[in-house]
């Protein structure tokens, strides 16, 4: 009972924390405002969860440099885990299906978020070249889940490619990271939320500026998926 009345609230927070936002994406093409929303909305769904969130590594976050963010992907809990933690204003690359969800998917629309249909080569390109454009000129960070889609086990599954080739066609440095926890708290399929406490870690940034070609984004591809499993194995 106690776990569908916290769903309850969440929804509630969500909505709010979404009307908010998506006022703020039109008011405020900056997106400042936008980010402080986020970074709300993400402490409001984990302190109503009753969940802790521990931080390891952001000394290797330099606050003036951009970044694209390379996280592994097990819960809906490791959004919030990571607005919650990354100390940069950083976008996220979401997948077409979450942008029709009112509210939620509309604020995501409006606001510095990056759409990406996967099914749609052309489409895809046109994400990476908004996100190149959005990092050299807002100076904005990206958030990328590798996997693609939430492990059902929570360990880490095969990488995809365009968090790669993205890196490598803007130039700016991956940060590996590493969550751990949140499989137990919600994990894939599952409604029911546990207390626990997720662990992220930062990983030292990868340069990628040198990255000439398709083997070059695929050796870093599995470079860095190897970090992520590592620093999960020292947590657990």
Known sequence: ?????????????????????????????SFKLYFV????FSKGILLISGIKVETSGLENIDMNSVYVFVSNHSSQFDIPALQHTIPVSASIVYKKELGNIPLLGWQ????????IDRQNTESALGSIEKAKKMMSEKRFSVLLFAEGTRSKTGEVQPF???????ASHVGFPIIPVSLSGTNKILPKGKFKIQKGTIHV???????????????????????????????????D
């Not at 309850?8 to 405020?28: K, Q, R």
């Not at 929303?37 to 709300?40: E, G, K, L, Q």
């Not at 995501?108 to 759409?115: A, T």
């Not at 870690?201 to 992520?228: A, W």
């Open 201 to 235: 870690h930062f990983d030292k940034p990868i340069e990628t500026k040198d990255m000439t070609s398709r083997k070059d984004e695929l050796d870093l591809m599995e470079k860095v998926r190897n970090i992520v499993i590592e620093n999960i194995k020292k947590e």
């Open 108 to 115: 995501m629309r409006l606001g510095p978020y990056i759409m």
């Open 37 to 40: 929303v986020s970074r709300y």
């Open 1 to 29: 009972m106690i776990s569908y009345l916290k769903l309850f609230v969440i929804i509630i927070h969500t909505i709010i924390s979404s009307v908010f936002a998506l006022t703020s994406a039109i008011v405020d093409r």
């Open 160 to 166: 995809k490619r365009g968090a790669f080739y993205l």
